[in-house]
Each structure stands twice: as structure tokens, then as C-alpha cells.
């Protein structure tokens, strides 16, 4: 989308279908140590490497709502943006996020609704070129 949008001025009569936003993290040991004292996910096959070793990734794996929460920051601050509430979500984990890999998350606008002010949203994680997280998103964007 144009880099002249300036989203913290957004209002919602300028959303439109095919807007898109995106947000890049690396996961680390401390976003997975940090999520787990958070959440109390403390399942071993995201704690323990002695653990993870034996299961069918070999090597400990990301809580999969970590990189789900990108979205929120992406919502709150980008799109829809500013005072916007997330109302609803769908999420199907398709491969699992490693340490050391590098996370972009997207929104793209797929529908408007005027008269609820809800937008809806294509939301997706991407980790070397795959998709890895696919969902939808909705969001309420109050009147300033």
C-alpha cells in the first residue's frame, strides 16, 4: 500500500478493501520464556530442548499466540488503527514458528461494514516465504 498513508490519522472513510499493513519480528529463547510467565503456558515443548528434541519438531517450537499477538499491535496502531477494538478471530496454525525465526505478520482489508463500522481482515503470519498462520480478522472502529 502507498507509504503516504499516514495511518495515525486514519479515519475510517478512507479504509478501503486491498489496504494492507505488516509488522516483522525474530522470535527469541526470551519472547518464549517472557510468553510463558504471561500466559502460564509453560508446556515443555516450547520450555525444554531436552523435551522438544523428542517430539515430531525435533527442537522447541513458539507459542503459536505470539506471533497471533502481532496482529493486535497492528489493529491498534496501523489498521483499522487508533481506539479500534479486535472483536473476533479465526486461526489455523499451519507449520510451527522456530527461535530464530523471523515473523511477518499482515492484515489486508477484505470487507467494510459502514453502518456497524467493522472492518474485516485477512490475517496472516509468514515465516521464509510460507504462510504459517491463516485466519480472519474483525475489528469495531468507534467514532472519534
Not at 18 to 31: A, F, L
Not at 48 to 59: F, G, K, L
Not at 121 to 144: N, R, T, Y
Request: charged letters at 25%.
Amino acid at each position: 500500500m502507498s507509504k503516504l498513508i499516514n495511518f495515525d490519522t486514519l479515519l475510517f472513510e478512507d479504509i478501503k478493501r486491498g489496504m494492507e499493513v505488516s509488522y516483522t519480528q525474530t522470535i527469541t529463547d526470551c519472547d518464549i520464556k517472557t510468553f510463558a510467565g504471561l500466559s502460564g503456558d509453560h508446556n515443555p515443548v516450547h520450555i525444554s530442548d531436552e523435551y522438544a528434541q523428542n517430539t515430531r519438531w525435533e527442537r522447541r517450537i513458539a507459542h503459536g499466540l505470539i506471533s497471533v499477538s502481532f496482529f493486535s499491535g497492528l489493529m491498534g496502531t496501523k489498521l483499522p488503527g487508533i481506539g479500534c477494538v479486535w472483536v473476533s478471530q479465526t486461526i489455523k496454525f499451519l507449520k510451527p514458528v522456530y527461535i530464530g525465526d523471523t515473523v511477518t505478520a499482515k492484515l489486508i482489508v477484505t470487507d467494510i461494514d459502514p453502518e456497524r463500522r467493522r472492518v474485516f481482515l485477512q490475517s496472516i503470519c509468514i515465516v521464509k516465504g510460507e504462510i504459517v498462520i491463516d485466519g480472519e480478522s474483525e475489528a469495531f472502529v468507534p467514532k472519534q
